[in-house]
């Protein structure tokens, strides 16, 4: 029996797909539990004045670190199925490009942000404007490590990916800790504990990139391919934040100042907890992804490795909502807030309507990665009719999440209409 399971267990390893999925659970949670840790140790350390001014900073970093995201989702991809086409040369043609791109982008923006510094300054109530420089440096900086990790994801590095992320997370705070002992709390130590990991991990990303060398055929790339990658990845990675990013926005406006039931607070908590379910699976397509380009550039049926991601999706979307609904009130305790235990009557649906929510995000990463773009005329109508649906209906938080449930529950039924009726009788039954 201990050799059958020693057996196991060393195929899971060798599993493509499945060795994968450890890497990238591995890294998000490290990632994850890391920034926790992060604004945690800063809550502890700064005034209240400053930690209020840093989170606001931070938020302005996230609403920027936007096309971060959008960037990923693009190379990703095109170095995934120059490799399952077995054009691995032109990896490197693509790193440069972007990085080229890059290089304009910044220009562009630091241009920018010396014409709108003073207002954005005032705006957000700065004392310095050396906070927000920062920041902005720390995003301008975050585009080449995010054009690094994307590859090393492309090239199917998971390992290699993990500990990139382990080191940013463990410089960040280590930096964070011996400064405020050494120097003393500041707000400007806190936002250079930000930037600092980011110069590391781009001056490391010069020694530990080294795709394989052009030859003179390989020295084109398709510049209408890109663009529509990337125009495509845009649309999608958008709408599909729009589920769970604008409920909140209308909750706050149409909710805003009543109390007990309706109160904007409680749907926030239920939220928070939702998400434990949508950040675990990003886990699961930061895997499927990569692989299911390359198959679909090799002509290899990925098929099961969607059918495996859905398992897994619904297996741990349903394993949270057991947990939860046992002990509603203990998962809101972790909040520390007595007010968020009167969320417990959203939390059941809440966590039902993002669970659908995980399971079309899954299907239309596969439909991407598969390079079915019409995907988008699915996704970006669906997410539409929720925020219209939410302006329609809106007489209590149940009807903000009823909306969703039925806009997340009919895009999953309509993207999997697009599924070839060939494909899902036939590669089903073909090996992983």
Known sequence: MAQNFTTKIISLNNHDFANASIWMFAS?????????????????????SNYTSIIALI??????????????????????????????????????YFQSLIFKFSI???????????????????????????????????????????????MQKFSLFTLTTSLEIITKISILIIAFIIIGPSLEIALLSLL????????????????????KKDKKLDNLDIFKTTLT??????????FYTTDIILVKHFFQGQYFQNSPNLYV?????????????????????????KRNASNIASFKILFLSLAITIMYASIIIIITFLNPEGILKILGQ???????????????????HSVAYVISMYHFAKKRYSVIYLVLPAAICQILGMLAFHKNLIDIITVSTWCSASLVL??????????????LFQNI
């Open 28 to 48: 998000n949670t490290i990632l994850n539990t890391g920034n926790f840790i992060f604004i945690f140790l800063l809550a502890r350390i700064l005034t209240p």
């Open 59 to 96: 938020s302005v970093a996230n609403l920027l670190m936007t096309s971060t995201s959008i960037l990923q989702l693009t190379v990703v991809n095109l170095v995934s199925e120059a490799i399952g086409a077995k054009k691995s040369q032109t990896i490197d043609l693509i790193y440069k």
């Open 233 to 242: 990845s845009a649309i999608l990675l958008l709408s599909l934040t729009s």
């Open 338 to 356: 007595p007010e968020y235990l009167y969320a417990k009557y959203l939390l059941t649906p809440f966590l039902i309507f993002i669970s659908i």
């Open 269 to 293: 908590a239920a939220s928070t907890i939702g998400k434990i379910i949508f950040f675990g699976v990003i886990a699961i397509t930061s895997a499927l992804i990569p692989i299911t380009r």
């Open 414 to 427: 309509l993207l999997l209409c697009i599924f070839p009726t060939k494909q899902i009788t036939t590669n």
């Open 108 to 154: 562009i923006c630091l241009v920018l942000f010396m014409i709108f510094e003073k207002y954005l300054v005032n705006f957000l109530k700065l004392e310095k404007s050396s906070y927000l420089l920062i920041i902005f440096l720390t995003f301008l900086l975050s585009l080449s490590v995010t054009l690094y990790k994307s590859t090393l994801q492309g």
């Open 196 to 215: 600092i990991p980011y110069l590391i991990l781009l001056v490391l990303s010069f020694f530990m990139i080294r795709p394989p060398q052009l030859s």
